[in-house]
């Protein structure tokens, strides 16, 4: 392949596909785009995002892949939860958390260190254990490996809060590519990765600025299944947002 690449390169085929939310019907992206140039000879096809638009109000940080949390006191008295996807600050989040345990919980934010503090009553219980397989303990600093054992009725995070859950839209094609996503070394689908650097209700905006294409070895490609993925392989919830993405295809043949 590499002497391939090497040769003298004749573009035989080139279009774009528009996909946008008027278009894909569902929330979750999983779409295929019908290609009508079918390669009769082995062909190298170029593949990229040209553009990408969505608006940032409705791509919930907490979701149902990490709302979740799973704590069991000392006197055995077990809380499994999940609160409601949307985008909180910490204090709403906390209020959120609260309504679910209970009276007999308290928790507190210090805005310094960024974390969060449980604790509980002594009258129902000398302490708990906040089980790492909570999907929202990452969100909060707690760990997801090791469970966290109260000291004297309390438990504090011990990293920072992060409620910007969705960091990336990943768009990932059923072919491999050579691109390298540091947050999925085994995936090697990611066409391209669009950074979510806008706070909710605004507006998140991606260029192909540097025209990158990735290469792709193939007889045949007349139809390209296309997922919106986050760093973790879940497919996004756009809730009903308006997005729009162009992706570019091309052929190319090799001449001597």
Not at 30 to 40: A, H, M, T
Not at 77 to 106: H, K, M, R
Not at 120 to 132: E, N, Q, R, V
Not at 186 to 193: D, K, V
Request: proline share 3%; charged share 15%; glycine share 6%.
């Amino acid at each position: 392949m590499i002497d391939n690449l090497l040769m003298a390169q004749q573009l035989v085929y080139a279009k774009e596909f528009s996909v946008d939310s008027a278009t894909i019907n569902g929330n979750l992206i999983e779409c295929l785009i019908y290609n009508d140039y079918e390669q009769r000879t082995p062909t190298l096809s170029k593949a990229a995002v040209e553009q990408y638009a969505l608006e940032n109000n409705l791509l919930y940080s907490i979701n149902v892949n990490n709302n979740g949390l799973h704590i069991v006191d000392n006197a055995a008295n077990e809380y499994t939860f999940n609160v409601e996807p949307g985008n909180y600050n910490i204090y709403q989040l906390i209020e959120a958390i609260l309504a679910e345990l209970g009276g007999d919980w308290s928790m507190t934010y210090n805005a310094v260190t960024n974390k969060v503090t449980f604790t509980i009553d002594p009258l129902l219980s000398d302490g708990f254990t906040i089980y790492s397989d909570g999907t929202l303990n990452h969100a909060l600093g707690f760990s997801s490996t090791d469970n966290t054992v109260s000291v004297d009725g309390s438990a504090t995070s011990t990293q920072g809060i992060n409620l910007n859950q969705i960091r990336a839209i990943n768009i990932e094609i059923d072919m491999p590519s050579p691109s390298v996503n540091v947050a999925q070394p085994l995936n090697q689908n990611i066409l391209a990765t669009i950074p979510v650097a806008v706070q909710p209700y605004g507006m998140i905006v991606w260029t192909n600025s540097n025209g990158f294409r990735i290469n792709m070895m193939c007889e045949q490609m007349n139809m390209i299944k296309v997922k919106f993925i986050d760093n973790q392989g879940n497919l996004i919830n756009m809730n009903g947002v308006n997005w729009q993405a162009t992706l570019q295809l091309d052929a190319v043949n090799f001449t001597d």
